[in-house]
């Protein structure tokens, strides 16, 4: 037997066996490096799709249309590679599933491929969607269970940014907690609380006028009776040193809130709003328990800029000093006065009844007023975008007007920052059509948010919530939907 020739043959075995095995292992690699090709592809199609999709759902949040939408969602594609003019394919679906707030976009491009050329593969399209829909703040009801101010047991108010956070003003206070290290409290929003005002297209023909006053009660920090407390019909402002001590009227402490009108030209950016006037008010004994109408908040309405059937003033309220709690409410209608310069005007009486005395430069004119311009038959009215600072001033069971969650709306999330004095740490809301339980929050804390899915048909509700609270309760509610069409600010985010 030729030993040289058995081997000669095993060898040649050998090279064709290691011949075929690399041309498995060459294909498998061939194969690992174009699946990988496409999942790196795939990866890019889904982050240019869910940056298209935010970029056309936060258009139609500004109520920019669906044309700006489509146009911002090309751009942005085209921008991360997917540019609808070379070949890439950029599907825009305004309410998408049927939902008015609802975005999709769906991109894709053929993909080059290496070894799957073998089969007669050159490119693989590769594609990926994406949805984004829009948060909107639900406007609150400022006047919630009851009349704020001198009448009632509840005002709207605001610390100084030297205050603190356990105080219960989650946003105007820069530091965290009374007795502590002075941290910073990250939720410090410097740009103040947002109320939105809205004037009637009719408003001068039901009123016979068209000229409005805005007016501030108490916008001052400062209480004549030199109470440190608030309490019900007597005074609206807390009086709380550095560390939450408490003070006096005549402290160094009292807290200045400057108060801004407006005119948002229509539009949900704050980037086009146009000034109309400005006042701040700190320890002021003059307008303490007093409607104010500081100069320049007095105006004819043609001033401000009609939107459909509507004008929208934004009236934003910032403390810009001191650490003490003011209260404060806010109204809008008809002025009580025709010229000369006004200090503030005092009222006696209630609802349809009230009469209004003058101040004009400090002295009593001794002109009262029969008839009540600030009811709601004047048409105004005015919320808090998203978000309403208030404070108790009595005991007990209180319902609060959160606001209306309009028809459409898939899901309505509610957030309380420091509902903990006098109550029982559980809330219970009302929309008119079911009735939902929720849990309150202790001091310094925010509660788990209650989130409640509402379906694909929400008819559409007015919201309230009860609950127990104590006397000098200061709180933070927070109040947000998804999946309506709302003309206010919120944020857009990602649903699928």
Not at 187 to 193: H, I, L, S
Not at 222 to 237: C, F, H, K, L, T
Not at 285 to 291: E, F, P
Request: with cysteine; proline share 4%; charged share 20%.
């Amino acid at each position: 037997m030729n030993l040289n020739l058995i081997s000669t043959r095993r060898n040649g075995t050998v090279i064709v066996y290691v011949a075929l095995a690399l041309v498995v292992l060459l294909g498998a690699a061939g194969l690992s490096i174009d699946v990988g090709n496409l999942y790196l592809q795939r990866d890019k199609a889904q982050r240019a799709a869910d940056a298209a999709a935010l970029a056309g759902a936060l258009q139609l949040m500004q109520l920019n249309g669906v044309d700006a939408a489509n146009d911002a969602a090309h751009s942005i594609a085209a921008a991360n590679g997917y540019d609808a003019t070379k070949g890439a394919t950029v599907k825009c679906s305004p309410q998408a599933e049927g939902n008015d707030a609802w975005y999709r976009v769906y991109v894709s491009k053929p993909a080059p491929v290496f070894f799957m050329a073998i089969f007669g593969w050159r490119y693989k399209t590769i594609g990926a969607p994406a949805t984004a829909t829009y948060r909107t703040a639900v406007n609150i009801d400022i006047n919630g269970g009851g009349e704020y101010g001198a009448n009632g047991p509840v005002s709207l108010s605001l610390f100084g940014p030297d205050g603190r956070r356990a105080n219960g003003d989650r946003y105007s206070t820069m530091y965290i907690d009374n007795n502590k290290p002075r941290g910073i409290n990250p939720y410090y929003d410097p740009a103040g609380y947002d109320f939105n005002l809205s004037i009637p297209k009719d408003y001068a023909s039901v009123n016979g006028t068209s000229e409005i006053g805005v007016q501030i009660f108490d916008p001052d920090c400062y209480n004549v009776n030199s109470g440190q407390n608030a309490q019900a019909g007597v005074s609206v402002d807390e009086m709380r040193g550095f560390n939450g001590e408490n003070v006096n009227s005549s402290s160094k402490y009292l807290t200045t809130t400057r108060y801004t009108l407006y005119d948002t030209k229509g539009t949900v950016s704050k980037d086009d709003d146009v000034q109309i006037a400005q006042a701040s008010y700190g320890g002021d004994s003059k307008s303490d328990m007093a409607w104010v109408t500081p100069t320049g908040f007095k105006f004819d309405i043609s001033k401000v800029t009609l939107k459909g059937d509507v004008r929208d003033l934004r009236i934003n309220v910032k403390s810009t000093s001191g650490s003490s709690e003011n209260g404060f409410n806010l109204r809008a209608g008809p002025p009580l006065y025709s010229s000369g310069s006004i200090v503030d005007v005092r009222e006696k009486g209630v609802g349809e009844n009230t009469q209004y005395k003058k101040i004009v430069n400090g002295k009593e004119t001794g002109n009262w007023l029969n008839k009540n311009p600030f009811n709601s038959k004047n048409g105004t009215n005015i919320t808090a975008t998203g978000r309403i600072p208030m404070n108790f001033n009595a005991d007990g069971q209180a319902t609060i007007t959160l606001g209306y969650v309009p028809a459409k709306a898939v899901q309505v999330t509610i957030n309380k920052f420091d509902t903990d004095v006098g109550s029982n740490m559980s809330v219970t809301y009302n929309d008119g059509i079911s009735t939902r339980t929720g849990k309150l929050s202790g001091n310094d804390e925010d509660a788990p948010p209650d989130v409640y899915d509402l379906g694909n048909d929400y008819p559409g509700g007015l919201w309230t919530a009860t609950y127990k609270a104590g006397l000098g309760d200061t709180s933070v509610w927070d109040m947000s939907c998804v999946g309506s069409s709302l003309q206010t600010p919120g944020g857009v985010y990602l649903v699928k």
